[in-house]
């Protein structure tokens, strides 16, 4: 059975860090891109970071310079740290594993709240 868990979210205060983790079980962990994404209310599912098999990432241009996505392969987990965090970054946020090839396989986590506020 495949599972991905996300922790780490909370509230922050802005300007202040996060780190969420994404920890992986019932897949060939190496093999997969890894991604987070966030949704926010009323607001579509979108694509926050990316980190490929081959450890290549991007990252989209609302969050560029403030935060890194990286993993350990020995942990079968994924990382997002989060920093100089914005009231526009509060939203739940959602680990994906896929791998795309003959067979295209799509798992997601159960998603953990980031509240950024004073």
């Known amino acids: 059975q495949v599972q991905l868990v996300e922790s780490g979210g909370g509230l922050v205060q802005p300007g202040g860090s996060l780190r969420l983790s994404c920890a992986a079980s019932?897949?060939?962990?190496?093999?997969?891109?890894m991604h987070w994404y966030r949704q926010a209310p009323g607001k579509e599912r979108e694509l926050v970071a990316s980190?490929?098999?081959?450890?290549?990432?991007n990252y989209a241009d609302s969050v560029k310079g403030r935060f890194t996505i990286s993993r350990d392969n020995t942990k079968n987990t994924v990382y997002l740290q989060m920093n100089s965090l914005k009231p526009e970054d509060t939203a739940v946020y959602y680990c994906?594993?896929?791998?795309?090839?003959?067979?295209?396989?799509?798992?997601w986590g159960q998603g953990t709240q980031v509240t950024v506020s004073s």
């Open positions: 019932g897949i060939t962990y190496s093999a997969y891109a």
């Open positions: 980190i490929t098999s081959a450890r290549r990432t």
């Open positions: 994906n594993a896929r791998i795309v090839g003959l067979n295209t396989y799509d798992y």
